[in-house]
């Protein structure tokens, strides 16, 4: 049973900063790329971030550039999201997914929905003052 739980959501003003966690249970992560995907109410599901197997590459989608960070840390078997400067904007249901990522590639990750097997089952953010 494979399973990723998100966590760290919450309320926060405009400006604020919350720190999410992605953690793995009945797999280790050392061989798959994560990426955190968002959903707000009545649109489609946006990449956010993804980082590689190798930890080597990471992408931002546009509108979180310069104010989210990716990490991993396969040693504890989670990968967070640093959100920082937060906007209203920002307002979704954060899941992060995991994707087996063969040698070739494992220096490389996307921010393609599709490409994802296992996905966690969501957390709250919310911006707003």
């Known amino acids: 049973q494979l399973q990723l739980v998100e966590s760290g959501g919450g309320l926060v003003q405009p400006g604020g900063s919350l720190r999410l966690s992605c953690a793995a249970s009945?797999?280790?992560?050392?061989?798959?790329?994560i990426g955190w995907f968002r959903q707000a109410p009545g649109k489609e599901r946006e990449g956010v971030s993804c980082i590689s197997r190798s930890g080597g590459s990471t992408n931002y989608a546009d509108s979180v550039k310069g104010r989210f960070t990716i990490s991993r840390d396969n040693a504890k078997n989670t990968v967070y999201l640093q959100m920082n400067s937060l906007k209203p904007e920002d307002t979704a249901v954060y899941y992060c997914?995991?994707?087996?990522?063969?040698?070739?590639?494992?220096?490389?990750?996307?921010?393609?929905?599709?490409?994802?097997?296992?996905w966690g089952q969501g957390t709250q953010v919310t911006v707003s003052s």
């Open positions: 009945g797999f280790t992560l050392d061989r798959y790329a």
């Open positions: 997914a995991a994707v087996y990522t063969i040698a070739v590639i494992q220096t490389m990750c996307g921010m393609t929905a599709s490409f994802y097997g296992s």
